[in-house]
Every structure is written in structure tokens, then in C-alpha cells.
């Protein structure tokens, strides 16, 4: 694609590091002014900066209504409209099933996760509504198909996918598009700390290669560029889609 999103104004929230800083990159290729919005205001500087064609940090916490609000109000004044919200910011948790889960770290999960995006929503609905504007959630794969020792995190991405649906049924009215995006295993900063970290990381990361039909872990880009169609207008009549970006991790899942 080659200016896909020309004049877009994207909100990105979770922009600075990771998935969210692939696609901050990728939509400001495409033509697109990315707002970053991260906790990490000095990552998420470098990410705007790096991207270029006008986009710009914004700090904020997810989880903090009135931060959400305030950030919007201030993008709108910035760019005087607003095209679509990508709901990107997330965390992964315990790793442990539910019994062992403490309330405070399943009340995290939830409000970083998923009542996230009410508050994106909440508050960027009316500048959607007059730009017919798209939102898509970042999801993943294991709210598709479980995941062992992690039943806080399986049940926030179950619940995205779940509200995605719910929310493209009652915006389609007022021409919104709302998607998710469902990767599987991607190397990430993150991921790739914790691989190096365990006893034997050559195995570790054997063993994600093997999760894919294709025989390989990718990086973010293949994130990005998924997520790049999902907000052109190349998908115009995609809306309530959950798209695996996953190499086929679900046909099969061994682990």
C-alpha cells in the first residue's frame, strides 16, 4: 500500500515500544499523523519522533478516565479531528490460573485491557461519528483459543473479542468499522528479555518457531501491516472482523 492513510489523525494508545511502536511506524509511512499515547512519555517521544509526518507523544494511563479524556480533548485541539483509535495498550499479568490470581492483579488486567477502551471509546466516539472513523483492538489469539496459567489475561482479550463484535453491531449506523487484530507469539523487546532469561533460551525459542505452521516467530511488522489494512480504506467493507495474524499457531495448538 502506498499512502493508505493519507491525512489520517490515528490515536495509538500502548504506541511507544513493541507492537505499538510497529504500527506507530507503519501508519506514518502510510501517510498517517500518529498520536502516541504511552505511560512511557520519553519512549513514547522517541517513537513519535522516529515515525515523523506530524505525529507527537501524549501520556497518559489507560486505565485513568479522566487522563483519557484530557488526552483526546487534547489531540482534538491539535488536529481538529480524529479518524480512528487503535487500542493497543496492554499488559500480560500473572502467569497463573484464576484461584491463585489476587484481586489486584485481575482488576489491573481488566482496567488496562479492556475497560480501556470504554474510555477511548467513550470519549472519541462523537469525533469518529463526524469523520465515519474506524477503531481497532489489539486482541490475541489465546481469546480465541485459551491459554494455560493465564486466565486473567485469556479473559481480557476473550472480552475484547466479545466487545469488538458488540461495538461493530451498534456503530455500523454511524459508518464506524471497529476490528481486532489477534497476533500469537511475536518477538517484541519484551518477549525477547524473557526468552534470554530462561534456562535454556535456544529451546525457548525453538519452541515458539515450532507454534507456527510456518516454522518461524516473527516481529511486530507483521502486526503492523495487518493493522494498516484493517484501518484503510482498503477494508471498507470489513467491520466485527477478528483477524489471526498467528501463522496458523491455532491449527494444532500444541502448547
Known amino acids: 500500500m502506498n499512502n493508505s492513510l493519507s491525512n489520517k489523525v490515528i490515536l495509538l494508545t500502548g504506541g511507544a515500544t513493541g507492537i505499538g511502536r510497529e504500527c506507530a511506524l507503519a ?26 509526518h506530524d505525529s507527537f507523544a501524549i501520556q497518559a494511563d489507560v486505565s485513568d478516565g479522566p487522563a483519557i479524556e484530557a488526552a483526546i480533548k487534547t489531540l482534538l485541539d491539535k488536529c481538529g479531528k480524529l479518524d480512528a483509535i487503535h487500542n493497543n495498550a496492554g499488559i500480560v499479568g500473572p502467569s497463573r490460573p484464576l484461584h491463585e490470581t489476587s484481586e489486584a492483579e485481575w482488576d489491573e488486567l481488566q482496567n488496562i485491557n479492556l475497560k480501556s477502551v470504554y474510555w477511548t471509546t467513550k470519549f472519541g466516539f462523537e469525533a469518529l461519528v463526524a469523520s465515519k472513523g474506524t477503531i481497532l483492538n489489539t486482541a490475541s489469539m489465546v481469546g480465541v483459543i485459551g491459554q494455560q496459567d493465564h486466565a486473567a489475561y485469556v479473559a481480557t482479550k476473550g472480552g475484547m473479542i466479545a466487545l469488538t463484535k458488540a461495538m461493530a453491531a451498534d456503530y455500523g449506523k454511524h459508518g464506524i468499522r471497529v476490528n481486532a487484530i489477534c497476533p500469537a507469539i511475536v518477538w517484541t523487546p519484551m518477549l525477547e528479555r524473557w526468552a ?60
Open 27 to 52: 501508519y506514518a509511512r502510510e501517510g498517517a499523523a500518529v498520536a502516541v499515547l504511552d505511560r512511557n512519555l520519553e519512549d513514547a517521544r522517541k517513537t513519535a519522533d522516529e515515525a515523523g
Open 196 to 255: 534470554d532469561a530462561q534456562s535454556d533460551p535456544n529451546a525457548t525459542r525453538r519452541l515458539f518457531d515450532e507454534m507456527s505452521l510456518l516454522g518461524y516467530t516473527p516481529h511486530g511488522d507483521v502486526i503492523s501491516d495487518a493493522a494498516v489494512f484493517l484501518l484503510s480504506d482498503q477494508s471498507r467493507f470489513i467491520t466485527g472482523c477478528i483477524l489471526p495474524v498467528s501463522g496458523g499457531a491455532e491449527i494444532g495448538y500444541k502448547r
